[in-house]
């Protein structure tokens, strides 16, 4: 099983709609949590920061579920610019003191006119 | 200010060369962390360096090592190139390890033939 798992999707939606993505994570020693955008052949952008109480930005908010191990994006009245691949990231610490990020595979999201 | 800062941006390798990648972290970050990531994957941890010091290595072979310097400069290091190497090279810049956001640099694309 995959450390951090997402759907690969494509998720293609049609402008103004509302979509949703979800994002497992198996280990219960994570500590933070993140939503990163990546362009097509471009570096992974930080979209937001997700926080158990959940959090909101603009069109977009993020939520965590520790007791299910899972964090969630909405977002709402999708833009074409929205366009991207989304990548939920899950800081772990590891042996000795490694902190590092452990990335999903990501979920292509093709908002269309 | 400036971002983190890659380079080269493009390089073409042969098998079996050495290649030396090179970043610059946000000014005032002391960690820097290392992904490799492959079409259709999210990125991989490769290194973590804080201080001058390995914190955390992935699964990666012997063939790459990477250092920091003391202005927390960093070089990933691989050599005996396979086509398997081929793949976007990743820097990220966080404060420290596990402490606030990671932010990555533009990659460097390895093509390896």
């Known amino acids: 099983r995959k450390e951090v798992e997402q759907d690969p999707g494509p998720f293609n939606v049609p402008e103004g709609a509302t979509v949703a993505f979800n994002c497992t994570y198996s280990?219960?020693?994570?500590?933070?949590f993140f939503w990163y955008r990546q362009d097509c052949r471009k570096e992974p952008k930080l979209l937001m920061s997700?926080?158990?109480s959940g959090n909101e930005d603009g069109r977009f908010t993020a939520q965590l579920n520790r007791a299910s191990q899972y964090i969630s994006l909405l977002i709402r009245d999708s833009k074409l610019s929205d366009s991207a691949t989304y990548l939920c990231?899950?800081?772990?610490?590891?042996?000795?003191?490694?902190?590092?990020?452990?990335f999903g595979t990501g979920t292509l999201l093709a908002v269309q006119p | 200010d400036a971002g983190v800062t890659q380079s080269p941006t493009h390089l073409i390798k042969t098998r079996g060369q050495h290649v030396t990648l090179r970043c610059s972290p946000i000014?005032?970050?002391?960690?820097v962390s290392w992904y490799q990531q492959v079409l259709g994957q999210g990125p991989q941890f490769i290194f973590q360096?804080?201080?001058?010091?390995?914190?955390g290595r992935g699964n990666f072979p012997d063939r790459f090592s990477a250092r920091q310097f003391p202005n927390y400069s960093s070089e990933l290091n691989v050599n005996a190139l396979l086509l398997g190497d081929s793949a976007l090279y990743l820097c990220?810049?966080?404060?420290?390890?596990?402490?606030?956001?990671?932010?990555f640099g533009q990659g460097t694309r390895l093509t390896v033939v």
């Open positions: 990220a810049s966080s404060l420290e390890p596990g402490r606030g956001e990671a932010f």
């Open positions: 280990n219960s020693a994570s500590q933070s």
């Open positions: 997700v926080y158990s």
């Open positions: 990231a899950v800081n772990v610490r590891g042996g000795g003191a490694t902190n590092k990020l452990i």
């Open positions: 000014s005032g970050h002391k960690s």
């Open positions: 360096y804080y201080e001058k010091e390995e914190r």
